[in-house]
């Protein structure tokens, strides 16, 4: 039998009823989106802040900084809600 991916694996446990903690899961969900959103502003700041920039490049910067930071934060969000569904026995 084929293992799952992590993800659907950790869907699946929700989804059984099987009695599982969140509350570290969801600490580590929620520092993972943190630290990928700091990063995301780090490299933003530091081609901003440098002064042979061209305008253009911190409006392309600008902008693919404002989409990767919808991206980066999907997946965890997604994560949260579930972990906190399964926390307040939603599911």
């Known amino acids: 039998m084929k293992p799952y991916p ?3 694996w950790g869907i ?7 009695e599982v903690e969140v509350e ?3 600490i580590l969900v929620f520092l993972i989106l943190v630290f990928g959103w700091i990063q995301i502003f780090l490299t933003r ?4 802040g440098d002064p042979h920039s061209s305008a253009s490049l911190k409006r392309h910067v600008s902008n693919f ?3 990767t930071i919808a991206l980066a934060g999907a997946l965890p969000l997604i994560s949260l ?11």
């Open 6 to 8: 992590w993800s659907l």
């Open 81 to 91: 809600l579930m972990l906190i569904m399964k926390l307040a026995d939603l599911v």
């Open 24 to 26: 570290i899961p969801l």
């Open 65 to 67: 900084s404002m989409i």
């Open 45 to 48: 700041s530091q081609v901003m």
């Open 12 to 18: 699946t446990q929700i989804f059984d009823g099987v």
